[in-house]
């Protein structure tokens, strides 16, 4: 790998925005044909070095070498033009148009060409997706694509571009692990066609599996660099965070003669699921795990009340209940935690205090439709002590938050309805191994206090390190149980796919 020409140098930069400083003389390198890992917490800085390598945003001192060629700073144009291209997590496809037209967008903008020929486009499309090998319908609309398939429409658009540089913002986030399997079989293609791969992930054991080489950033200084075979996952940890963590099983306490506290019989809805049944007890966590298209998310959403069933009973703490929409599901003692927090969970514009007294806000309400302030203030005191949610004031808007206090202040805002069941459809995807870390010890802390827990999750090591049974769901019915000494990662893997 020393043997091969250098790719990317990026050397000294440095970033400031006011009086913070977001990157400190920071120097990356790739090679071409070589997967660097560009590894960090929220907030570390590598979404401010990846915007200045691809013009983006300038740099305040440093250069930035791309095939031998030197510069201060890049404008967009010029760093697609060397090629730079980047994969952000939305992807950033016209949901509108055939998989062939995303793919040839990029060529087309960058050629300045006037007239559009639908048959060079197509011819390009094809070449792109036959280079790689893949079973991609070229007149498909992308937004009827599956997410895996999205993300090889977004890789296939930058090959079109003959991309020397590829930036792969968490392009797992949205995968299940069979789905990334397939995903890693293309970076190792593209790693083969000489591309130069920065790869950026939370998910450790992906950083270990997929890299050549590891970047860690923290607080915009690079802290750790070098081979992967130097690293291991407590080290890799440590380097992130800097300090230990871990990710073995460690249960909440189970409680002596605990009562059911959620028990779904038959639950059935027309197209997704049929015939679902599984309990739960105070104190319990429960993961529920498939493929993608399960039918898990939408298990959980019709006991929120978000998907009409169309027969079986819902029991919440012995008491059979009719879950007709999320009024119904508060009123039980329900709440749950969506899969998305950007477009689901948290009002981005509206503050960090609007948003965690949102689901309570009658009980600050005063007569009169008022706000009270003092105790709109005193729920807000306490969910950020509780949840120990760094924020700078409670009237910043919540997208001024990392991604993990983020996910904090939507957990923050449901608890806040004291449910009885709380359930959590992927609590910990785009978060860093800390705020990882915290968020589960938290819903350890709620689950010995006698909440019961149903975690939604692929995520095996969270399945692992949390749950005290893992239930199964494949094609929208129940397919197994795992229970105590049987959670293992080996087993939960072999579950999901026989």
Not at 151 to 167: E, N, P, T
Not at 455 to 482: N, Q
Request: aromatic residues 4%; hydrophobic residues 45%.
């Amino acid at each position: 790998m020393s043997e091969r020409p250098f790719a990317l140098r990026a050397s000294g930069v440095t970033k400031s925005y006011g009086g913070v400083r977001a990157l400190a003389g920071v120097d990356v390198h790739v090679r071409a044909g070589e997967v660097l890992c560009l590894a960090g917490a929220n907030g570390s800085g590598k979404s401010t070095l990846i915007k200045i390598i691809s013009g983006v945003e300038n740099p305040d001192h440093g250069t930035i070498e791309l095939g031998g060629t030197s510069a201060q700073r890049l404008t967009v144009k010029e760093a697609v033009d060397r090629g730079v291209q980047v994969i952000f997590q939305d992807m950033s496809l016209f949901p509108n148009l055939t998989v062939a037209e995303n793919i040839a967008m990029s060529a087309r903008v960058s050629s300045n060409a006037r007239w559009i020929s639908e048959r060079k486009e197509r011819a390009l499309a094809r070449s792109v997706v036959e280079r790689l090998g893949l079973r991609l319908d070229l007149d498909a609309e992308v937004q009827d694509l599956p997410v895996a398939d999205r993300q090889l429409v977004a890789i296939c658009r930058a090959l079109a571009l003959d991309v020397k540089v590829l930036f792969m913002d968490e392009p797992t986030t949205a995968l299940t692990w069979h789905e990334v399997e397939t995903l890693f079989r293309v970076v190792a293609q593209l790693k083969e066609q000489g591309v130069a791969i920065v790869f950026v992930s939370h998910k450790t054991d992906e950083v270990l599996d997929i890299s050549d080489r590891i970047t860690v950033l923290r607080n915009g200084e690079v802290v750790a660099d070098g081979p992967t075979a130097e690293f291991d996952h407590a080290s890799l940890v440590e380097a992130l965070l800097g300090y230990s963590a871990t990710e073995d099983r460690v249960l909440s306490q189970a409680l002596a003669a605990a009562a059911p506290a959620l028990e779904v019989e038959g639950l059935a809805a027309t197209d997704l699921f049929a015939d679902v049944s599984f309990s739960l007890v105070q104190g319990e966590v429960v993961g529920l795990t498939g493929l993608l298209g399960s039918g898990r998310s939408e298990v959980a959403e019709a006991i929120f009340g978000k998907v009409p069933t169309t027969g079986g009973r819902v029991r919440v703490a012995g008491r059979e209940v009719s879950i007709e929409g999320i009024d119904d599901a508060l009123r039980a003692g329900v709440a749950y935690v969506p899969s998305d927090r950007l477009t689901q969970g948290v009002f981005l514009d509206q503050s960090i205090a609007t948003n965690l007294v949102s689901a309570t806000i009658g009980t600050v309400t005063r007569r009169g439709g008022v706000l009270d302030e003092s105790a709109m203030a005193a729920q807000v005191d306490d969910a950020v002590r509780d949840l120990a949610i760094k924020i700078g004031e409670p009237t910043d808007p919540a997208r001024s938050l990392s991604g993990g206090n983020q996910q904090k202040v939507v957990l923050g805002k449901w608890l806040a309805t004291d449910p009885g069941v709380l359930i959590l459809n992927g609590p910990t995807v785009g978060v860093d191994a800390g705020s990882k870390a915290a968020i589960m010890e938290i819903l350890r802390r709620k689950a010995s206090a006698g909440m019961a827990i149903l975690l939604i999750s692929d995520d095996v090591p969270e399945l692992v390190s949390i749950c005290h049974r893992v239930l199964f769901i494949r094609r929208g019915r129940m397919s197994g149980e795992l229970a105590g000494d049987e959670i293992t990662e080996s087993n939960v893997r072999e579950r999901l796919v026989t």
